[in-house]
């Protein structure tokens, strides 16, 4: 009876050394559990603060006490994205995938970064996989639709556009990237309704004005386009974009002291903008400076080789003077560069 009991007296105290030792694990891995959280938040704050690199900081911390936290992998990329480190962000976004396929918003931003680096090469599956596991944010519509614009499927940009502004009506970058949409095929009524809605949310939005503008130069409103040139200019004195483009309204309706000084404030701003050289050219022209008009466009193409217009309008100078086999050069070169109206004037050189 002795061995009996001394028997189960032993099984009793190695059962509960057992349970003690589950307990403390339990109390050990909770622990670890709530250190990990408090850094992830340390992290959110820094993060919220600008304060990039004591996140990364903060996240390592997390992860180094629970290697799974997918969203501290998330926030970590994040902020390694702001330092400029693609490759350490894109590494944290794979490894979240990995751990977790179904995570929408890794998907996004790992197709984000891909896209603001190298937009080029980019394709719209990371954005599709996001949206097929329910992430709704209005950015992942916006940024397929870019690149599908970037891919010239202007159908497929503008529809996710608008999905985008569905989702968020006072997305002015949806509208303005919209509206530029519509410019590339030639709805230009479209275009400047998107535009207006661009500055109506964002008053401070300089290219949606530029943009506008250019559209209603397109139906033949000079005087409309002028007006949002200058409300460009008035917001930003040194956008010397809408200077040339302000200018070429203006020669248009024949104000050529107004056209000189808008291009030559371009050039002050920025004294390598062929645009404006070119112009330059084209109010000697219209002037019957032939002469100088082909200066112009000589410094013109020299700054850019591939300044299709600038071909075509000296060769119009250089018939003028009476060198038509100058003239036909620069039209077939225009013409090998796609300038569709060089063909028209190559008829003269047959």
């Not at 032993?10 to 339990?26: E, K, P, R, V």
């Not at 990995?98 to 990371?126: H, L």
């Not at 497929?156 to 095929?185: C, Q, W």
């Not at 386009?225 to 974009?241: R, V």
Request: aromatic residues 14%.
């Amino acid at each position: 009876m002795k061995n009996v009991v001394i028997l189960s007296i032993c099984l009793i105290l190695f059962y509960n050394f057992s349970t003690a030792q589950q307990i403390d694990n339990g109390k050990i891995n909770y622990k670890k559990k709530k250190n990990s959280e408090k850094a992830y938040n340390d992290g959110i704050s820094k993060i919220l603060n600008k304060d990039y690199y004591a996140a990364i900081s903060d996240f390592d911390k997390a992860l180094q006490l629970n290697p799974s936290f997918v969203e501290a992998l998330l926030q970590r990329g994040k902020a390694k994205f702001q330092l400029n480190d693609e490759y350490g962000a894109l590494a944290d976004f794979n490894q979240a995938i990995e751990i977790k396929s179904n995570y929408g918003e890794a998907y996004f931003n790992r197709g984000y970064v891909t896209f603001i680096f190298d937009s080029t090469s980019v394709d719209v599956s990371d954005f599709d996989k996001a949206i097929q596991l329910g992430y709704q944010n209005p950015e992942v519509y916006y940024y397929r639709g870019l690149v599908k614009l970037l891919k010239k499927d202007y159908d497929g940009a503008i529809f996710d556009f608008s999905l985008a502004i569905e989702r968020k009506p006072n997305y002015a970058k949806a509208y303005h990237d919209r509206g530029t949409t519509k410019v590339m095929i030639n709805d230009y009524q479209g275009a400047i309704y998107d535009f207006r809605l661009a500055v109506n949310y964002n008053p401070n939005f300089v290219i949606a004005y530029n943009n506008m503008g250019s559209a209603k130069k397109k139906i033949g409103d000079f005087q409309g386009s002028i007006n949002d040139y200058t409300a460009a200019i008035m917001l930003d004195s040194t956008f010397y974009i809408s200077y040339n483009n302000r200018g070429g309204a203006k020669l248009i309706l024949g104000d050529i002291e107004g056209a000189i000084f808008d291009f030559e404030t371009a050039l002050i701003l920025k004294e390598d903008y062929y645009p404006a050289i070119s112009n330059l050219g084209n109010v000697a022209a219209q002037t019957g400076d032939y002469e100088k008009a082909v200066e112009y466009y000589d410094m013109a193409i020299e700054l850019n080789s591939e300044h299709g217009i600038g071909y075509v309008n000296r060769g119009l100078a250089k018939e003028l003077l009476g060198d038509l086999e100058g003239a036909c050069m620069d039209w077939r070169m225009a013409s090998e560069l796609g300038v569709e109206d060089a063909a028209t004037y190559l008829e003269e050189c047959e």
